[in-house]
């Protein structure tokens, strides 16, 4: 029996160190940006790590990215590596020949680290050990910008796309999503903000009007009429994935002040548990 428990242990720290491993090449990422000015189109794309390389006596796994939908073309992008016992993630920059810390999942709550455009600190304002999406592995999630919804999650990588690390603070012009993350081509992880994982317009995103009419007025109010006999919780969130509000709506019209510009997504939830899920342009 103690033989038994032993094994049985020993198998969980296994699958528990599994997924921490961020360059297994069983896992796939699709990722998503858009530019900020108005009328900028999606452009999405697939990454995988597959096959060794060694530069400067350091062993690499080879980035490579593919713009097709079916994964039918590839084009190495890169180098990357992780250290398991800092936890931290390095990139290879092609122009200098020299390492990019790309991620560090040593943080812990109130710890700050540089980021990569050696100016600016961001803080980790909490971390959190539990599971992600439908996989039962615990994962450690860091939190950043004095909010609890975690933006980095060991294994997977970050919630801007698994090549968004430090060198995507504080940048401006575009905004990065990772849509869906697989692993052994089980789907982990689907960003609810986007109905393909291969996202490539604003039609692509649930809009169907069933519960809600959300009409956007000039001077950033948002006017929501609720069908009849509809009540429920509508979420906003800006492109990046961050909510903005969360209001009950009882009344058959309700006007709000936009909490930002620009294209924001919604999600309605209905009394029932029903969802409705769109977009709106606030100018």
């Known amino acids: 029996m103690k033989k038994a428990s032993v094994i049985f242990i020993f198998m969980l720290f296994l699958l528990h160190c599994q997924g921490?491993?961020?360059?297994?090449?069983?896992?796939?990422?699709?990722?998503?940006?858009?530019?900020?000015?108005?009328?900028?189109?999606?452009?999405?794309?697939?990454?995988?790590?597959?096959?060794d390389t060694t530069i400067n006596e350091l062993v690499y796994k080879k980035i490579w990215k593919s713009d097709d939908t079916l994964h039918a073309r590839w084009a190495l992008n890169?180098?990357?590596?992780?250290?398991?016992?800092?936890?931290?993630v390095f990139i290879l920059n092609e122009s200098?020949?020299?390492?990019?810390?790309?991620?560090?999942?040593?943080?812990?709550?109130?710890?700050?680290?540089?980021?990569?455009?050696?100016?600016?600190?961001?803080?980790?304002?909490?971390?959190?050990?539990?599971?992600?999406?439908?996989?039962?592995?615990?994962?450690?999630?860091?939190?950043?910008?004095d909010s609890n919804d975690p933006l980095w999650i060991e294994g997977i990588g970050s919630l801007w796309g698994v090549l968004e690390g430090l060198n995507s603070f504080f940048l401006t012009g575009a905004t990065t999503n990772?849509?869906?993350?697989?692993?052994?081509?089980?789907?982990?992880?689907?960003n609810p903000n986007f109905h393909d994982c291969f996202f490539t317009s604003i039609q692509s995103l649930k809009n169907d009007q069933k519960f809600i009419e959300l009409f956007q007025q000039q001077n950033g109010e948002i006017q929501i009429h609720l069908k009849?006999?509809?009540q429920g919780k509508l979420f906003l969130y800006t492109l990046d994935g961050k909510q903005v509000l969360n209001k009950e709506?009882?009344?058959?019209?309700?006007?709000?002040?936009?909490?930002?510009?620009?294209?924001?997504?919604?999600?309605?939830?209905?009394?029932?548990?029903?969802?409705?899920?769109?977009?709106?342009?606030v100018k």
């Not at 090449?25 to 189109?41: D, I, P, R």
């Not at 890169?78 to 931290?88: F, L, S």
């Not at 709550?109 to 592995?137: H, M, R």
């Open 249 to 281: 709506l009882s009344l058959l019209t309700t006007t709000i002040c936009a909490p930002t510009g620009g294209i924001l997504l919604y999600r309605f939830v209905g009394k029932d548990g029903e969802v409705q899920t769109g977009k709106v342009i």
């Open 178 to 190: 990772l849509v869906c993350y697989t692993e052994n081509g089980e789907l982990v992880y689907h």
């Open 228 to 230: 009849s006999n509809t």
């Open 20 to 51: 921490q491993n961020l360059l297994q090449e069983s896992k796939l990422w699709s990722n998503t940006s858009v530019g900020t000015e108005g009328g900028s189109t999606y452009r999405s794309n697939f990454i995988k790590f597959m096959g």
């Open 78 to 88: 890169g180098c990357i590596r992780e250290e398991p016992t800092t936890r931290k």
């Open 96 to 145: 200098t020949g020299k390492d990019m810390l790309l991620y560090d999942f040593s943080l812990e709550t109130g710890d700050s680290i540089l980021t990569s455009d050696g100016v600016s600190y961001v803080k980790a304002t909490n971390v959190i050990n539990a599971t992600f999406g439908s996989s039962a592995v615990i994962r450690k999630q860091i939190c950043f910008f």
